[in-house]
Every structure is written in C-alpha cells, then in structure tokens.
C-alpha cells in the first residue's frame, strides 16, 4: 500500500527564514501529488499540486514543492516565511496502486515565532 | 461558488450511541470522499462515491461504519454503536472528476465534523 512519510512533525522558525518540509511517498509509478494546509482553526485548503509537467511547481502565498521522481520526494519550500504562515501541512498522495483517494503524510506543525 | 458543506460542524453522543453526519459536495463534482483525521491516526481515507459506481469501502475500519450517497449530491456517514475510539473529525471532499491523468481530479475538502463519543 502507499505510505507517505513527512520527516518533521514539528518546525518552528523565525519569521524571514527559509523553509523546507520533507515528504517521501513509497511507490512508484504515475502518481498525482498534492500538499494542503491546515490553518489554526480553519479546514484544509490545497497549497499546490503535481500532475505533470516542470517538476517545480508554484502555489499560492509563495509557496514552491519540486518532484523529484528518483528520490520519491515532494519537498515543499518558502524562501521567507510570515508569522500567518503558522498552521500544519499535510503531503498527500494519489494514484500508484492507492487507486483515486488520498494517502496523507502525517503533517508538519509549522509555528513561525514574529 | 459555494464550496462543500458538512453538518452538524460539532457532534456529542455517548458510547453506543448511532450518528449521521451529512455531506454536501462542490455542485456538479462527480466523486465524493470521506476521510477522519484523528489524534493517533492522522487522516485516513473511508470511502468514496463516483457516480453510480459502487463505492469503495475499502478504508472503512468496521462494519459500524456505512455511507451512502443519495442523487449522485448529498452522502451520509453513519456510525452505529459509537465507540471512544471513533472520536475524530470527519472530512468530506469532492472532486470533479475520477477519471486517472485527466487533470482536474483535486479534492476539495469541506470544515468537517468534530465527533465527540463519550
């Protein structure tokens, strides 16, 4: 079955830092890739995604993820966070032998200090 | 345009207790899923609905747990005989289309339900 491993369940930054969340997923094959986030007391909202194409992708609120088919990886990354920033983000995963639902990472609590 | 909604937002029953909670997906979305995202499991898939197709079942952790989809719009989950352990939020999502590559499958999640069994 699926897994989706993400490597920090907690981060917490300054605001300017850079950012980078890890997340592996453990099959191969043609795979959709998303990541949502989960702001503090809101629902989840995607950030961006990946279906095909550049392996960079850019979503909203300058966020970036780059899929890197060899390591299994979609890493997502901010040059500079904001305080508003602070919530948890979850890598999700479709397709691969999940069939069409979502496997999700376990999520990363982003606390971003002002 | 109206995203999707789920009621009640905050459920409390006691322990062998039945609850329905209620999705209504995006308008015109195809696919409907549910998924619980709990303190020790994450968030996990449950089922999901595409068109007139037999759901998938295949993430449903006991036989307590059904759903349905009525007209192809709206779907209840229903939990028989509530258990502790079946305290989680309930998300439902919608997407617009099922079928692999077409490009358009993002699932859009609604504000869930907090349940809470006591």
């Known amino acids: 079955a699926q897994s989706v491993s993400q490597h920090n369940h907690h981060v917490i930054l300054s605001e300017a830092a850079s950012l980078e969340l890890g997340c592996n997923y453990s099959y191969g094959g043609t795979v959709n890739l998303f990541w949502y986030v989960q702001y503090p007391g809101q629902h989840l909202q995607l950030l961006l995604k990946?279906?095909?194409?550049?392996?960079l992708v850019k979503g909203i609120k300058g966020f970036e993820a780059e899929f890197i088919k060899s390591k299994f990886s979609f890493n997502l990354r901010k040059p500079s966070v904001q305080w508003s920033d602070t919530a948890e983000y979850f890598c999700?995963?479709?397709?691969?032998?999940?069939?069409?639902?979502?496997?999700f990472g376990g999520g990363t609590r982003l606390m971003v200090k002002p | 345009g109206a995203g999707v909604s789920q009621s009640p937002s905050n459920k409390v029953t006691e322990k062998g207790k039945d609850v329905e909670l209620r999705c209504d997906p995006i308008s015109g979305h195809t696919a409907l899923y549910w998924y619980r995202q709990s303190l020790g499991q994450g968030l996990e898939f449950l089922i999901y609905?595409?068109?007139?197709?037999?759901?998938?079942k295949s993430g449903l952790p006991s036989d307590r747990f059904s759903a349905e989809r009525t007209g192809g719009s709206v779907s209840t989950l229903t939990i028989q005989r509530t258990q502790q352990e079946d305290s989680a939020v309930y998300l439902c999502a919608s997407s617009l289309a099922l079928i692999y590559g077409q490009g358009t499958d993002t699932q859009y999640f609604g504000p869930g339900t907090r349940l809470t069994v006591l």
């Open positions: 990946y279906f095909s194409g550049d392996p």
């Open positions: 609905f595409q068109g007139n197709s037999a759901p998938d």
């Open positions: 999700a995963v479709r397709g691969g032998n999940a069939g069409n639902m979502l496997t």
